[in-house]
């Protein structure tokens, strides 16, 4: 088994990325669905987030309900980081969980864990390298104006919340750039994959 993270800023291409690796035979953890799941009634995580935010986060069905949870912390450090405290260490239990699983039917595997807070979460040290895809942050603005049809302020903001591209760089084992083509992307990452499968 080898893993690699794979990380990104918002419009930087880490989820096309990672999609064509899985082409090319890649096992593919992503972190925000496992996020997801972290979410889900019965998890240590959801009992804990209850607890701790009260139960009129709750829909009818018994589900959490993100948009209130996230008034609850949004732009509040304090509070964001109780919510991180208590589903980030659930994510990487998962995450480990799921390398173990795909290990152990395909003990040769190449694992990719995708996670745009691989560095914030402190999960870099759960793979063998760590693949930065990047993006010029003019490029990453058009991308997400056509992709999610957002302001640009709130594009920016959401650029200005995130680590930067040279912060994510000097953890780096390997950086794709994303700046051109989709063809020059997939030229890059085949590469990188020929490098890994031969090692």
């Given at each position: 088994?080898?893993?690699?993270c794979?990380?990104?800023g918002?419009?930087?291409?880490k989820s096309?990325a990672?999609?064509?690796?899985?082409?090319?035979?890649?096992h593919i953890?992503?972190?925000d669905?496992?996020?997801?799941?972290?979410y889900?009634?019965?998890?240590?995580?959801y009992?804990e987030?209850?607890?701790?935010?009260?139960?009129?986060?709750l829909a009818?069905?018994?589900?959490?309900?993100?948009r209130i949870?996230?008034?609850k912390?949004?732009?509040q450090?304090?509070?964001l980081?109780?919510?991180?405290?208590?589903?980030?260490?659930e994510i990487?239990?998962?995450?480990?969980?799921a390398?173990k699983k795909?290990?152990?039917?395909h003990?040769?595997?190449?694992?990719?864990f995708e996670a745009a807070v691989?560095?914030?979460?402190g999960?870099d040290?759960?793979?063998d390298?760590?693949w930065v895809?990047t993006?010029?942050?003019q490029?990453?603005?058009?991308?997400?104006?056509?992709r999610d049809?957002l302001?640009?302020?709130a594009?920016?903001n959401?650029l200005?919340?995130?680590l930067?591209n040279?912060?994510r760089i000097?953890?780096?084992?390997?950086?794709?750039s994303n700046?051109?083509?989709?063809?020059?992307l997939?030229?890059s990452?085949?590469?990188?994959?020929?490098?890994?499968?031969?090692r």
């Amino acid at each position: 088994m080898f893993v690699i993270c794979l990380t990104g800023g918002i419009g930087s291409g880490k989820s096309t990325a990672a999609k064509y690796l899985a082409t090319l035979g890649a096992h593919i953890i992503d972190a925000d669905k496992l996020g997801h799941e972290a979410y889900m009634p019965g998890t240590r995580a959801y009992k804990e987030i209850v607890k701790t935010f009260g139960e009129d986060i709750l829909a009818d069905n018994h589900q959490i309900d993100r948009r209130i949870l996230g008034g609850k912390v949004f732009g509040q450090a304090e509070e964001l980081t109780k919510l991180t405290d208590i589903v980030w260490p659930e994510i990487r239990a998962m995450a480990e969980s799921a390398f173990k699983k795909v290990n152990s039917a395909h003990a040769d595997a190449i694992i990719i864990f995708e996670a745009a807070v691989l560095i914030e979460a402190g999960w870099d040290d759960l793979g063998d390298e760590v693949w930065v895809v990047t993006v010029e942050r003019q490029t990453a603005l058009q991308r997400c104006m056509t992709r999610d049809g957002l302001t640009q302020e709130a594009i920016e903001n959401r650029l200005n919340a995130q680590l930067s591209n040279e912060d994510r760089i000097s953890k780096a084992d390997q950086v794709i750039s994303n700046d051109d083509s989709q063809e020059r992307l997939k030229a890059s990452l085949e590469q990188q994959w020929a490098r890994v499968v031969t090692r």
